[in-house]
C-alpha cells in the first residue's frame, strides 16, 4: 500500500520519478482513479491503525482535537504516539526535510530540487 501520494509522484502516470515496485502492482492488480478518501492522509492512517472509521475518532473534519487523545482512549491500553520518522509533517519549523546528500543523489534524475529531496 502507498499513502499520501499525488497524481504525479507514480512512473504509471508520468516519466520524471521512478516506481518500478509500484508500477508493477499496479499493472498486475488494481488502481483505485475514483473514490472516496479524507482530504489530508491523517485520517486514513488513524483508520488503518485503528480499523475505525474517521468519523468513529475524530477525524471527520481532518483535525485530532488535543484532549481526544487521552479521553477517549481505551486507559487500560498504553497510548501510543505514531510518527514515522520520515513523514513530511514532523519537519521542524516548516523547514525543508532534511535528507542525506547521498540519499537525495540517488534521484538526480528528478528536475526540481524540491520534489528530489523528498523522494
Known amino acids: 500500500m502507498a499513502d499520501d ?7 504509471y502516470h508520468c516519466d520524471h520519478i521512478l516506481t518500478p515496485n509500484i508500477d508493477t502492482l499496479a499493472a ?15 485520517p486514513s492512517r488513524g483508520a488503518l491503525l485503528t480499523g475505525r472509521h474517521p468519523m468513529h475518532f475524530g477525524f471527520q473534519h481532518g483535525a ?8 477517549e482512549h481505551n486507559t487500560s ?3 501510543f504516539l505514531y510518527m514515522p520518522h ?5 519537519s521542524v519549523n516548516e523547514l525543508p526535510v ?22
Open 5 to 11: 501520494m499525488g497524481w504525479a509522484d507514480v512512473g
Open 28 to 42: 498486475d492488480g488494481v488502481v483505485l482513479n475514483n473514490f472516496y478518501v479524507q482530504p489530508a492522509s491523517h
Open 64 to 71: 485530532l482535537m488535543p484532549y481526544m487523545a487521552t479521553d
Open 77 to 79: 491500553e498504553p497510548l
Open 86 to 90: 520520515q513523514a513530511l509533517h514532523v
Open 98 to 119: 532534511e535528507a542525506p546528500q547521498e540519499y537525495i543523489d540517488m534521484f538526480a534524475y528528478i528536475e526540481s530540487d524540491m520534489r528530489r529531496g523528498l523522494a
